[in-house]
């Protein structure tokens, strides 16, 4: 799944900076969270990490819009195809795989 930020946000801005594919920005109401730039950080870290940083953890998967790892890494080496030999999935690089 995407990451979505719901409603509880308090536009605080802490988790903008903290994703690596930039998927993250001021909306209308609250920050929002660009599901076609979103990998749930798979590639890069193993937690989602506006989740982690979120001082009011309302930075959640969306149930309706469920995506396997498979697609989510490949997602990430499309938005940094420069990048795209040095990403890998482990423990520290990928949700599916952290304990
Ligand atoms: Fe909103 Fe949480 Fe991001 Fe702050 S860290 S802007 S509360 S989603």
Do not use: W, Y
Not at 23 to 40: D, H, K, R, Y
């Amino acid at each position: 799944m995407s990451t979505m930020i719901t409603e509880e946000c308090i536009n605080c801005g802490v988790c903008e900076p903290e994703c690596p594919n930039e998927a993250i920005s001021e909306g209308e109401e609250t920050f929002v969270i660009n599901p076609a730039l979103c990998t749930e950080c798979v590639g890069f870290h193993g937690k989602e990490q506006c989740a982690e940083v979120c001082p009011v953890d309302c930075c959640v998967p969306d149930p309706n819009n469920p995506e396997d790892e498979e697609l989510l890494f490949k997602r990430a080496k499309e938005i940094h195809p420069d990048q795209a030999d040095g990403l890998e999935l482990g423990p520290e690089t990928s949700r599916f795989r952290a304990s």
